[in-house]
């Protein structure tokens, strides 16, 4: 069974699915969606599981330093409960810390332009954010 990751933005959201055998993630694309509009997104998701026979789902749940749940983390609460209603698969909410700045670092050490990073860069934390899952699920 594949799994998918998604980072969840207010504008974008990077995905991310594994292989087979839940070794490795590799990025797909970035979706653009209307946050305010939950559903916006559910035409290209549905798309890209169906595609991939994706079984189960890890969305990056955006925790402060401390451990407390903001903004961002309720967001990703209420997309990760759409997406299962929807979708009808289970997620997996994933601390995601640090995600998005190490994907930045990895990206900058690529001496990838600015311009570049900003296209990629949703889909790189997506690749994280399931990348650890999947290392810490063995």
Known sequence: MKI????????TIGVAVSDLLGMTAQGITTIKWDEAEVSSADEQLKQIIEEHAVGKAVIGLP???????GERGE???TYAEHVEKVHNIPV???DERLTTAAAERVLLEADMSRKKRKKVIDKMAAVMILQTYLDQSK
């Open 63 to 69: 925790k402060h330093m401390n451990g407390s749940i």
């Open 4 to 11: 998918v990751g998604l980072d969840v933005g207010s504008k």
């Open 92 to 94: 997996i909410l994933w």
């Open 75 to 77: 967001a990703s609460m």
